[in-house]
């Protein structure tokens, strides 16, 4: 198992035509690089959870996510590195055919219990999971500590440079972390995932105490919801792909992308604006798609 490697982080700066017509900066902070499985966002969602664990000397991590959960891989690819047993409780019955994330999980140690889509939502738990060895994590690292770790993201840039940070958003929990970790004159911007996710800015909210000017959730680039997508998006990807070398995944980062893209066209951002774009990782949900779809 690769350690994590946190000095392969990198800022890339973005030089396209119509950043230099619009007369703004972006860099990009390169998460993705740290880990083949625990990378972007993921490591630093989960580190104080796993430091907690191990202070209160828990011997399995419970955590929670679909087939092709990029939090499932992380925490199956943390907990080896750890020297701590994991647990997934995995949303929907078992298919005959396991998504090759959930095989890779397996592989790397992690016990996988199936649940209902309706259990699941309503956070049912297997009985013989309730014991006093087992540390919960929320599913995509969503609470104060989540949070917390993902704030120490911002000690890799120089976030006084910036006007503006953009990222993804799932369960807001990196947003948060992001306006936890910011300096005042920082804004967030997070592109939100899901369709209809209306409830994420006060699940924001809940984590930072920060009031809604602090940052703004836009959700106008789900593509028809979580996971969902259509060839605009996929031929924005290769097309991004093919002009600045860097590999995105259709379920977070394509979309994030595709978004400060389509935001720069619209004058969003104003002649002088400097913006961090933080690629969160997750590309291991592209081999989902068939040979050929992407070209990375």
């Given at each position: 198992?690769?350690?994590?490697?946190?000095?392969?982080?990198?800022?890339?700066?973005?030089?396209?035509?119509?950043l230099?017509?619009?007369?703004?900066?972006?860099?990009?902070?390169?998460?993705?690089?740290?880990?083949?499985?625990?990378?972007?966002?993921?490591?630093?969602?989960?580190?104080?959870?796993?430091?907690?664990?191990?202070?209160?000397?828990?011997?399995?991590?419970?955590?929670?996510?679909?087939?092709?959960?990029?939090?499932?891989i992380?925490?199956a690819?943390?907990?080896?590195?750890?020297?701590?047993?994991?647990?997934?409780?995995?949303?929907?019955?078992?298919?005959?055919?396991?998504?090759?994330?959930?095989?890779?999980?397996?592989e790397?140690?992690?016990?996988?219990?199936?649940?209902?889509?309706?259990?699941?939502?309503?956070?049912?738990?297997?009985?013989?999971?309730?014991?006093?060895?087992?540390?919960f994590?929320?599913?995509?690292?969503?609470?104060?500590?989540?949070?917390?770790?993902?704030?120490?993201?911002?000690?890799?840039?120089?976030?006084?440079?910036?006007?503006?940070?953009?990222?993804?958003?799932?369960?807001?929990?990196?947003?948060?972390?992001?306006?936890?970790?910011?300096?005042?004159?920082?804004?967030?911007?997070?592109?939100?995932?899901?369709?209809?996710?209306?409830?994420?800015?006060?699940?924001?909210?809940?984590?930072?105490?920060?009031?809604?000017?602090?940052?703004?959730?836009?959700?106008?680039?789900?593509?028809?919801?979580?996971?969902?997508?259509?060839?605009?998006?996929?031929?924005?990807?290769?097309?991004?792909?093919?002009?600045?070398?860097?590999?995105?995944?259709?379920?977070?980062?394509?979309?994030?992308?595709?978004?400060?893209?389509?935001?720069?066209?619209?004058?969003?951002?104003?002649?002088?604006?400097?913006?961090?774009?933080?690629?969160?990782?997750?590309?291991?949900?592209?081999?989902?798609?068939s040979?050929?779809?992407?070209?990375?």
């Amino acid at each position: 198992m690769k350690d994590i490697k946190l000095s392969d982080i990198s800022i890339d700066k973005l030089s396209l035509p119509l950043l230099i017509d619009k007369g703004v900066e972006v860099d990009v902070l390169r998460l993705d690089k740290i880990h083949p499985d625990i990378n972007g966002n993921k490591w630093f969602k989960l580190r104080y959870y796993l430091e907690d664990a191990k202070l209160q000397h828990k011997k399995t991590i419970v955590t929670y996510g679909g087939a092709w959960s990029n939090h499932i891989i992380a925490t199956a690819a943390a907990c080896k590195i750890s020297g701590i047993k994991s647990i997934g409780i995995i949303r929907g019955e078992e298919t005959a055919n396991l998504s090759p994330t959930l095989i890779n999980a397996k592989e790397m140690g992690m016990q996988l219990f199936f649940t209902t889509r309706d259990e699941y939502k309503h956070g049912k738990v297997p009985a013989q999971l309730n014991q006093n060895g087992n540390y919960f994590i929320p599913e995509g690292g969503y609470g104060i500590k989540g949070a917390e770790g993902a704030s120490t993201i911002l000690n890799y840039c120089e976030k006084e440079s910036y006007s503006h940070i953009c990222c993804a958003a799932g369960t807001g929990t990196m947003a948060a972390g992001l306006i936890k970790g910011s300096v005042s004159f920082n804004r967030i911007i997070a592109i939100s995932v899901l369709k209809n996710n209306f409830d994420l800015e006060e699940a924001v909210t809940s984590l930072t105490g920060k009031e809604a000017n602090k940052f703004r959730i836009i959700h106008d680039y789900h593509f028809g919801g979580y996971a969902k997508h259509n060839p605009e998006l996929l031929y924005f990807m290769n097309d991004f792909y093919r002009q600045t070398n860097i590999p995105t995944d259709f379920v977070y980062t394509g979309k994030l992308f595709f978004a400060v893209n389509d935001l720069m066209n619209k004058n969003f951002f104003t002649p002088g604006s400097k913006v961090l774009i933080i690629h969160s990782g997750g590309l291991q949900g592209n081999a989902s798609f068939s040979n050929g779809t992407l070209i990375f």
